[in-house]
C-alpha cells in the first residue's frame, strides 16, 4: 500500500535553531512530493513542491527540501527557524501518472513548536 | 494562483440530520476535485476522488451512503454528510489540482454533530 512516513511527530526547537524534518515514502516509479504547512486556525499552505530537475528545492519563508531518490526521501529543512514558523508540517506524494487524477497522500504530520 | 474555495467554514447540526458542503474552483476548471478528513491532531486522510460528471471514488473504508459526492461541474464539487452522527464531527477539507500548479486546498469545513 501507499504510504508516507513522518518520522518526528512533535519537534521543540529554540529560536535560531536549525530544522530537519523527515519524510519517506513507500512507492517507486515517478512521483511528485510536496510539504504543506498548517499554522494554527489557518488553511493548508504549500511550502515548496517538486515534480522534477534539481533535487534541491526551495521554498518560501526560507525553506528547502531534498529529494534523494535512492533513499524515497523528502525532508524538509530551514537553517534558523522562528517563533513564526511553529505549525504542523505535512509532507505528501502523490505518483505521476501524467493526469489530473493523481491522488495526493499525506504523511501523519509534524507538529513544530518554536520557543522564543 | 489557483484559489478553491468552501463553504461553510462552520456547521452544526443535530444528529439524524444531512449537511452539505461546497467546494468551488474559483479561477481554474478542475474536473478532479479530492475530499479529506482531518481528525484533530491527526493527518489528513484522503475520502475520496471527485470527478466531474461520472461518480467519485472512494477509498477503502469511506461509507459511499453517508458521504455523498457530487460534481455536476467543472467548477463545484458537493460533499454530503448524511443522517449525521456525532462521530462524524470533524474537519473537511476539499482540494483541487490545476495541472502543472500543483494542489490548491479549501480553508475546511468544520463539522460538529450535537
Known amino acids: 500500500a501507499q504510504s508516507v512516513s513522518q518520522h518526528n511527530h512533535h519537534v521543540i526547537l529554540s529560536e535560531a535553531a536549525s530544522l530537519e524534518l523527515g519524510c519517506n515514502y513507500s512507492y517507486g516509479g515517478t512521483v511528485n512530493l510536496f510539504w504543506y504547512v498548517q499554522y494554527p486556525g489557518q488553511h493548508l499552505q504549500l511550502l515548496l513542491k517538486y515534480f522534477s530537475g534539481d533535487p534541491l528545492v526551495k521554498g518560501i519563508k526560507g525553506f528547502e527540501a531534498e529529494f534523494i531518490k535512492s533513499k524515497f526521501s523528502f525532508n524538509l529543512r530551514k537553517p534558523s527557524v522562528q517563533w513564526s514558523d511553529t505549525a504542523e508540517y505535512f509532507c505528501a506524494v502523490n505518483r505521476d501518472y501524467g493526469g489530473a487524477t493523481n491522488k495526493l497522500i499525506f504523511g501523519t504530520g509534524t507538529l513544530l513548536a518554536v520557543q522564543p | ?114
Open chain 2, 1 to 114: 494562483g489557483a484559489v478553491v474555495s468552501q463553504h461553510p467554514s462552520r456547521v452544526i447540526c443535530k444528529s439524524g440530520t444531512s449537511v452539505k458542503i461546497e467546494c468551488r474552483s474559483l479561477d481554474f476548471q478542475a474536473t478532479t476535485m479530492f475530499w479529506y478528513r482531518q481528525f484533530p491532531k491527526q493527518s489528513l486522510m484522503l475520502m475520496a476522488t471527485s470527478n466531474e460528471g461520472s461518480k467519485a471514488t472512494y477509498e477503502q473504508g469511506v461509507e459511499k451512503d453517508k458521504f455523498l459526492i457530487n460534481h455536476a461541474s467543472l467548477t463545484l464539487s458537493t460533499l454530503t454528510v448524511t443522517s449525521a452522527h456525532p462521530e462524524d464531527s470533524s474537519f473537511y477539507i476539499c482540494s483541487a489540482r490545476e495541472w502543472g500548479f500543483g494542489y490548491t486546498f479549501g480553508s475546511g469545513t468544520r463539522l460538529t454533530v450535537v
